[in-house]
């Protein structure tokens, strides 16, 4: 199955993480059903420590509107590398919220089918994060975490959650679903912080 589907870099590689190998298609990793949301029905909230608010996917489609180009890494050993998506910055979607900077320690992404997970603040609040709505040019499919997910590049693909619909604005850590059933409470990939001890 190695050959087939995934394959080690055939020389050093400065964007492969340690253990990782290289997929040669995007594999669907998923766990339970996958939610089908329209368009048209999607909502997102955010609350918490910040002031309570309900966007749409036209208030969204309103927002400027990037492209990223980023690597991929998921916990169970594969990545993909230069995965193109479009989407809003994360550090754009904020400023049409009220929030408390101060007392935010951390955000809960929570998402449909009643996944969550979570991340300190300065891992929330990193340049390149996006609502990713596009994959490689077209609408994201369900199966990927359509109609809109997070991505969050710098960590283990997990943090990025499918089929978001609202952030939580928290003081303290809370774990996440990933999390509370031992998955590392951080998920960086170049220290392979893949599971808890």
Known sequence: MLGKFFKKPTE??????????LTNGFPIMTYGRT?????????FKVWGLAQ?????WQDFMDM???GLTADFHCVTRWSKLEVQWTG??????????????????????HCYGDYTTNMPLEDFLKEENIFAHILSGEPLPAEHGGPMRLLVPHL????????????????????GFWEQNGYHR??????EER???
């Open 12 to 21: 050093p590689n400065d964007r492969v993480p340690p253990g990782q190998y």
């Open 35 to 43: 939610p089908t949301v329209a368009r048209d029905a999607w909502e």
């Open 52 to 56: 309570e608010k309900t966007f749409t």
């Open 64 to 66: 400027p509107q990037v």
């Open 88 to 109: 809003i910055k994360v550090l754009d979607f904020l400023k049409t919220i009220e929030w408390d900077s101060e007392k935010t320690k951390h955000v809960m992404a």
């Open 156 to 175: 283990y693909a997990w943090k990025s959650a499918k089929w978001i619909n609202g952030l939580e604005f928290i003081s303290s850590e809370q774990l």
């Open 186 to 191: 951080r998920g960086e990939p170049w220290t």
């Open 195 to 197: 599971y808890s001890l």
